[in-house]
Structures are given as structure tokens and as C-alpha cells.
């Protein structure tokens, strides 16, 4: 079992947006899979746990980026699991570029929930490996909490949720949430900034079907993403984005 996971990964253009860079949720699925290897090396994953009745989910999420990638451009991800916090499990990462200078850093929280009544786990009983010297290496060090709404009148957009947006759990992956966010802005948005940090906070399963009001608040170079559910208006996702000129 190894104590920090390493995967080198090269950028492919349909991973990039319009101009090339490497997609918002592309750097995303890069994560989830270099994470689920490394908890499937510690047998703490998909198939491992499946046969306990259990999964893991992405709770909260804080990623700063420095330089975003290109297509064709070769990178490095390292990521550890740092400890548990109450009911969270903590999981860091860094990607690094071609010259091994870190240009990506990031911290998650997990939690762990049965399948069959979708109640948290306790994950101290899965006995994960945690190496003493993880616990003070740091993607990121903060602890990741509640995001506030920003003032102001929201700008809306709708979504439905279809086949294209569910994983293996048959909910929506936690990338089609940021593709959902990113189709909030213009080209001219994406050709005049890049994004210098994210935190996206996943309050609630999503299911085929349901209709997700998605409601965008701005103030200067934040701005400020969260989702309702139309039926019930149960807040699904919040988001924090800051813009770098």
C-alpha cells in the first residue's frame, strides 16, 4: 500500500475547451479516478467496499490553480489521504507539470454512506491507512466549511438532469455539476479570465429527471453557483469561483 499515489497524465484535446486550456472538469475527473486507484490500493475502494454495502462520496471540495494545463501538455497528480475529520474523510492532492513544479493544489472531504439506507458510516471502522507523515502534508490546510450567498439579484438557468449526466451510482457525478457551472458563462467570460480557485460544496444526490435550477451571484471576480431541486426547492450544490484576469 503506498502512502501518497502518483499518476502521470497527458492532456488530451477533447479534455480542453475552446481555447485549448484543460476543462474545469476535466481537472476534476483527473482527481476522482488518481483518487479512487489510490483507495482501491488501500482497499478502501469501489469493489472493495461494494461487497461491505458501502460507498464513498464527494462532499466538499477546494481547488486553487496556479496554471492551468494544455492539450498536449504532460502532468503529474500526487494525491494522500491526511486523516478523518468527524465525518469527513480527508483526501489532498497536488498536479504538477512536465518540469515537476506544482501547479495545481487541492483538498476534499468524504463521506462514507450505505447503500441500502443511505446513512453515513463510520469510517473509523474501515482501519484506512494514514501514514503520520500525511497528516501534515497539505494540499491545501484549510478545513473546507459552508460557502455564503453573495448579495444581489441571481442570474437563472435550468437544467434536467439526463443519461449523460449519471456515474456507476446512477446519481451525478460530482464533474457534471462543474460543467453545469462553467455553461453559466459566455465565451467572452472564458476568453477574458481563467479560474484561480473553486470550492464546491455537494449537499444532495441527483437523480434522472429532475430539473435543477441553477442561480448565479457575482460580485467583482466571485462569484457564487448554487442549485435547487425545481420540485421541492432542496439545495442540491453551492459553489464559490474566483476569476483571475
Known amino acids: 500500500m503506498q502512502a501518497v499515489w502518483s499518476e502521470d497524465i497527458k492532456v488530451k484535446v477533447y479534455e480542453t475547451d475552446l481555447n485549448g486550456r484543460l476543462k474545469l472538469s476535466s481537472l476534476f475527473n483527473y482527481f476522482q479516478e488518481a483518487a479512487g486507484n489510490h483507495a482501491s490500493d488501500l482497499n478502501v475502494g469501489y469493489f472493495q467496499l461494494k461487497e461491505k454495502n458501502l460507498f464513498w462520496v464527494l462532499s466538499r471540495i477546494k481547488i486553487v490553480i496556479h496554471q492551468m494545463p494544455e492539450w498536449g501538455e504532460q502532468l503529474s497528480i500526487e494525491t494522500w489521504p491526511k486523516g478523518i475529520d468527524k465525518l469527513f474523510a480527508l483526501r489532498d492532492f497536488k498536479f504538477s507539470d512536465k518540469d515537476n513544479t506544482p501547479i495545481i493544489y487541492g483538498t476534499s472531504c468524504w463521506l462514507l454512506i450505505d447503500s441500502h439506507n443511505h446513512r453515513l458510516h463510520k469510517i473509523e471502522e474501515l482501519g484506512i491507512y494514514v501514514p503520520e507523515e500525511n497528516k501534515s502534508k497539505h494540499g491545501i490546510s484549510e478545513l473546507l466549511d459552508k ?87 432542496s439545495k442540491v450544490f453551492q459553489a464559490q469561483l474566483e476569476w483571475d484576469t
Open 147 to 233: 460557502l455564503k450567498v453573495l448579495d444581489g439579484n441571481p442570474v437563472s438557468f435550468n437544467h434536467k438532469v439526463t443519461l449523460n449526466d449519471l456515474d456507476i451510482l446512477q446519481h451525478v457525478n460530482n464533474s457534471r455539476y462543474i460543467e453545469w457551472m462553467t455553461d453559466c458563462f459566455s465565451i467572452e467570460d472564458i476568453n477574458r479570465h481563467s479560474i484561480k480557485s473553486i470550492q464546491v460544496n455537494y449537499l444532495e444526490e441527483t437523480k434522472i429527471d429532475e430539473v435543477i435550477e441553477i442561480n448565479q451571484f457575482k460580485k467583482e471576480r466571485i462569484y457564487y453557483i448554487e442549485g435547487f431541486k425545481k420540485q421541492d426547492k
